[in-house]
């Protein structure tokens, strides 16, 4: 099992910048690939960015050239930079893991969530 821990959401001005933290922590054999998701009011959650085990990473159109996410094998751990913050940007954001069983199957975990706000 593995549990998620995410960190640094909260408040920002538009043009401000936040750093999202999320730490897997259990019993984890291996990680594939490290996510964020966000889901604004009356939406659905989507894809923001996605950093493979590797490091090869995609984003959004929409976040493109502003959010920067990266990770750290050895903490488990994956972030999240998000700069020139637009009010567009406001939701909850998610972490998704895939974690890889000594078995060689694929589990998906979610962090609980964490808001982010961008006022205008």
């Known amino acids: 099992q593995v549990q998620l821990v995410e960190s640094g959401g909260g408040l920002v001005q538009a043009g401000g910048s936040l750093r999202l933290s999320c730490a897997a922590s259990?019993?984890?054999?291996?990680?594939?690939?490290m996510g964020w998701y966000r889901q604004a009011p009356g939406k659905q959650r989507e894809l923001v960015a996605v950093i493979a085990s590797g490091g090869s990473t995609n984003y959004a159109g929409s976040v493109k050239g502003r959010f920067t996410i990266s990770r750290d094998n050895a903490k488990n751990t994956v972030y999240l930079q998000m700069d020139s913050l637009k009010p567009e940007d406001t939701a909850a954001y998610y972490c998704?893991?895939?974690?890889?069983?000594?078995?060689?199957?694929?589990?998906?975990?979610w962090g609980q969530g964490t808001q982010v706000t961008v006022s205008s």
């Open positions: 998704n893991v895939e974690e890889v069983t000594g078995w060689g199957t694929e589990i998906g975990y």
């Open positions: 259990g019993s984890i054999f291996s990680i594939n690939a």
